[in-house]
């Protein structure tokens, strides 16, 4: 079962311009982590951010966390072709098996160059 | 070069026989998983290991079975009893428990089974 849900699905810019992926989740969590994936490779890890956390940053990556609304959000900014890729956030519940990490279906993200 | 290792990249097998994909880390670290991932989906996992020999059963592990004899080697066999086999298999591996830190990917095998 899915806990972390992004939205959009399909994403579409122009290079230089700013991207913004949700995950929205249903339960309580210790931490929510985004990965990254190029079409048909492994996932890379971008950042976690725990539950006591608002905001982290990361190069051009900024990631924010509202645990009252179970959601966050990653925003790309001043977007390059090479960040085509599907974003994923990752969300392990509170309470549960810590090992029990749950995989949103991911944003495809395209930027044109 | 520290990493993790997945063979083959592509695979092709006839319905009905079993196929053992292989994963190896050498990042030393103690957690270990496999998940499966369809096309257009997010991940499901099958089969997690903490330690060496345990492992426990994730989401879809039916038609799955694993092996942890060592702490750098995580097998995988898809058997004939998985249903719907064709798909992309991803193995990560973490430090320790998952939530508190990074997964790190292999390339993936995709498998095809017809």
């Known amino acids: 079962s899915q806990q972390g849900e992004e939205d959009p699905q399909a994403l579409s810019i122009q290079e230089g311009e700013n991207a913004t992926m949700n995950c929205s989740y249903k339960t309580s969590i210790n931490n929510l982590q985004w990965y990254r994936q190029n079409s048909g490779r492994g996932l890379v890890h971008l950042i976690l951010?725990?539950?006591?956390?608002r905001e982290k940053h990361s190069g051009r990556l900024r990631v924010t966390l509202d645990t009252s609304k179970k959601s966050s959000s990653l925003l790309i900014t001043a977007s390059r072709a090479a960040d085509t890729a599907s974003y994923f956030c990752?969300?392990?519940?509170?309470?549960?098996?810590?090992?029990?990490?749950?995989f949103g279906a991911g944003t495809r993200l395209t930027v044109k160059p | 070069d520290g990493g993790i290792t997945q063979s083959p990249k592509y695979l092709f097998r006839k319905e009905g026989q079993n196929v053992t994909l292989s994963c190896e880390q050498n990042?030393?670290?103690?957690?270990m998983y496999w998940y499966r991932q369809d096309p257009g989906q997010g991940l499901r996992l099958i089969y997690y290991?903490?330690?060496?020999?345990?492992?426990q059963k994730g989401d879809i592990a039916e038609g799955y079975s694993v092996s942890r004899e060592k702490k750098e080697s995580f097998p995988l066999t898809v058997t004939s009893a998985q249903k719907n086999p064709t798909a992309f298999y991803l193995c990560a591996s973490s430090p320790s428990l998952a939530g508190s830190y990074e997964q790190y990917f292999g390339p993936g095998t995709r498998l095809t089974v017809t």
């Open positions: 990752a969300t392990d519940a509170l309470f549960f098996n810590n090992n029990d990490m749950r």
């Open positions: 990042l030393n670290h103690d957690a």
């Open positions: 290991s903490q330690i060496v020999n345990d492992f």
């Open positions: 951010i725990r539950s006591n956390e």
